[in-house]
């Protein structure tokens, strides 16, 4: 820990640090706020943590609301804290039109879990953000990263084919469906099919499950990638008679894109990880011991193909490009003379003998050493 002493504003960084390290939970909750409300000091703090992370697998849950995607991540809890794992929640909300802050608040619909010292649970409001995930939730999740938890659960708001930043802040994405989300145009939605590691469907004793379920795997199946797999073996004229047991299969697979998916869903294999579509019942407790295995599986999938360094590199990409952003959004809309600057070609701009392009391109040549920080002392 730096000898430093940076003062938030509500209470000093040394003195958080020095009780995040003893693991006092009252410590890691003033820490998440600090970050996630972006408190003075907070990348101080971000930044003391930063060489402490890596430890934990991080897992998205995302799916349309009413999915039952609280209850499968209760359910999910238990069963890592039955196997002595600490775990933290990161569940992101829509915002309260009047607070700002989360308007559902899962710890309520976690009540199972919420009081376990070895769970940690933060409801986190969306903010406006488009992607639905506050641009403060990867800071939350380095700061339980860094406390030492196992495993950390990030719950969206919902899925659609703006809401993708879960693929980014997560090593594991699990997308939650139900029959009455929709017919089988939902599972052709890109965003959908892209972002998920894991498919369950939830609901799974209602009608319209099984066509689902196989609605989902015959996308997988069709995918360019999976068809490559087994277009060697789809042509026509053969004489299934002169074929062996593995060519039969081949053939069957390739006639057959939905069982393909299935079976590859299946193999442990480093070439290349194909969805698996799991059946659940959330109310019931029925499938998760096989959702838990499947997040195991494509753990160790990452792991050995090398795609989990690869994904959190990208993930460490990310942040340095969020974190230059909101500094340059910071250091303009900050400055007086920029707010003075733009109000006097707002006249241009609505007589039309300027564009907001053009006065954008001079807004920052004017403002390089604003952005740089050259005139501003010591870059905050």
Request: charged share 25%; aromatic share 4%.
């Amino acid at each position: 820990m730096s000898g430093a002493t940076y003062n938030t504003g509500f209470v000093a960084i040394d003195r958080v640090l020095t009780d995040f390290d003893r693991k006092k939970p009252a410590a890691l909750a003033r820490a998440v706020s600090i970050v996630e409300n972006h408190r003075a000091g907070f990348d101080a703090l971000a930044s003391t943590l930063h060489p402490r992370l890596g430890h934990a697998r991080r897992i998205g849950i995302t799916g349309p609301p009413g999915a039952g995607k609280s209850t499968i991540t209760a359910h999910l809890v238990r069963a890592w804290r039955d196997a002595g794992l600490t775990v933290g929640v990161v569940a992101v909300d829509p915002t309260s039109p009047f607070t700002g802050g989360a308007l559902l608040g899962d710890r309520i619909r976690m009540e199972e879990v919420a009081l376990d010292p070895g769970v940690f649970i933060r409801s986190m409001a969306t903010r406006g953000s488009l992607g639905g995930l506050a641009s403060a939730t990867r800071d939350v999740c380095d700061v339980l990263d860094a406390f030492g938890m196992d495993v950390i659960l990030i719950e969206t708001v919902g899925v659609g084919q703006s809401e993708l930043d879960v693929a980014r802040t997560a090593d594991t994405t699990v997308v939650v469906l139900v029959p009455e989300s929709g017919d089988s145009i939902q599972t052709l939605k890109a965003g959908v099919m892209e972002i998920a590691d894991i498919f369950t469907v939830n609901k799974a004793d209602r009608p319209g499950a099984d066509r689902l379920r196989n609605d989902l795997e015959l996308m997988l199946g069709l995918r360019p990638g999976a068809m490559a797999a087994h277009e060697a073996a789809a042509h026509h004229g053969v004489d299934l008679r002169s074929l062996g047991v593995q060519e039969t299969e081949q053939l069957r697979d390739a006639m057959n894109p939905a069982r393909a998916a299935r079976k590859a869903s299946q193999e442990d294999t480093t070439a290349r990880w194909t969805p698996p579509v799991l059946r659940t019942i959330a109310a019931k407790k029925e499938g998760i011991t096989e959702l838990v295995d499947a997040i195991a599986r494509h753990h160790g999938y990452l792991d050995r193909s090398g795609e989990l360094q690869a994904r959190r590199r990208e993930r460490l990409r990310e942040r340095v490009r969020e974190a230059v952003e909101l500094k340059m959004r910071q250091r303009l809309w900050k400055d007086a003379h920029t707010i003075d600057w733009l109000e006097e070609r707002l006249p241009a701009l609505e007589a039309g003998s300027q564009a907001p392009f053009h006065v954008a391109n001079d807004l920052l040549a004017k403002s390089g050493s604003l952005l740089s920080g050259t005139n501003m002392g010591t870059p905050s």
